[in-house]
């Protein structure tokens, strides 16, 4: 199958409103009165972001949830996303199958459609960049910046997990359950983003981002945006059962450099209580430090970077 096939047959089904049946130049983005419109791009890469042998329906899932994370993060609901790929001369129709009912299935939860992309063939790893596009009422973004000295810090979910699944993908020895094990490879390959937060999120939030490149990096990126120090209480931060049977007395530390999370950390007035979980303080000054029982602890790295 070529190219034009491989589209015809896998994303003109998944192609919506201003997609054009994916047979023009371009796309047509519509847009919403009384919205601000909200970009973004992640890529993910065989090899760094996922295995080859993971399926392609999971795949599929990651690339799109990266980037719903991100909008999420700011206070906006998805709506359309364009599709890049770099497919190894070796995918099939049935990985390709796969991959497009992982979208499929994402497109349906998340309410949004395909507008668009580019196909290419590669030798290298196989590659996915995704562009998401959602609406925030003017005005309304919350940003990395507008954290207050007083405010308290929030976390969506739990963290850390991903990083445990991936750890067991590189057979860090473990005695967890099979249910434990799976439940940690699963947010691995699978990120749940609170989507549907967003709208909860902008109404309270004074400043917040998406904790992808690991929970104390990511709230380094809003005190530094914000000119603000964050305290963060390691007794608070929420880890799961499964993944303190993984690491144990470490699993704070590993948590909060993991990375991979696509959950949500937030400031916001004292005393919210709601989906997600009270885990420091804003204060005058700048970075990050971490306490566990009144105590500071050195945070051996600042989280994932790709070089
Ligand atoms: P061009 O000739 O401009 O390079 P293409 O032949 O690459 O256009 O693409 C033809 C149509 O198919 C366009 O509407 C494009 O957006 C769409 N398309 C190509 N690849 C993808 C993809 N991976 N996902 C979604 N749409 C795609
Ligand atoms: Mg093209």
């Avoid at 089904?13 to 023009?24: I, N, S």
């Avoid at 949004?112 to 590659?127: C, E, F, W, Y």
Wanted: charged share 20%; proline share 6%.
């Amino acid at each position: 199958m070529d190219e034009f096939g491989v589209i015809a047959k896998y994303f003109v089904p998944l192609a919506g409103e201003g997609a054009f049946g994916l047979t023009d130049d371009v796309a047509l983005l519509p847009q919403r009165p009384g919205h601000d419109l909200l970009v973004t791009t992640d890529a993910i890469t065989e090899g760094v972001d996922f295995f080859g042998f993971d399926p392609s329906s999971t795949i599929a899932r990651k690339a799109l949830r990266v980037n719903l994370s991100d909008l999420a993060a700011k206070g906006a609901v998805p709506a359309y996303y364009l599709l890049n790929l770099s497919l190894p001369h070796t995918v099939t129709p049935d990985w390709l199958a796969g991959f497009a009912e992982g979208l499929a299935s994402d497109q349906d939860q998340y309410s949004l459609s395909l507008l668009g992309g580019d196909t290419g063939a590669t030798d290298g790893p196989l590659s996915i960049a995704v562009t998401a596009f959602g609406f925030v009422p003017t005005g309304k973004m919350v940003k990395r910046g507008g954290a207050r000295v007083g405010d308290d810090v929030y976390v969506t979910g739990s963290i850390g997990e991903s990083g445990g699944g991936l750890a067991i993908f590189r057979r860090e020895t473990h005695t967890l359950p099979d249910a434990d094990r799976d439940s940690l490879i699963a947010r691995y390959r699978t990120p749940e983003p609170p989507v549907t937060f967003a709208s909860g999120l902008r109404d309270v939030a004074h400043a917040s981002v998406d904790v992808s490149d690991g929970l104390v990096a990511d709230l380094g990126h809003i005190a530094s945006a914000s000119g603000v120090r964050i305290v963060v209480k390691g007794e608070a931060v929420p880890l799961s059962a499964p993944l303190r049977a993984l690491w144990g007395d470490n699993t704070l530390l590993r948590a909060v450099t993991a990375g991979d999370d696509y959950q949500i950390a937030f400031t916001g007035p004292p005393g919210l209580s709601g989906l997600f979980t009270r885990i420091g303080h804003v204060e005058a000054g700048e970075g990050v430090s971490l306490t566990l029982n009144g105590s500071d602890i050195a945070v051996p790295k600042t989280g994932y970077r790709h070089f």
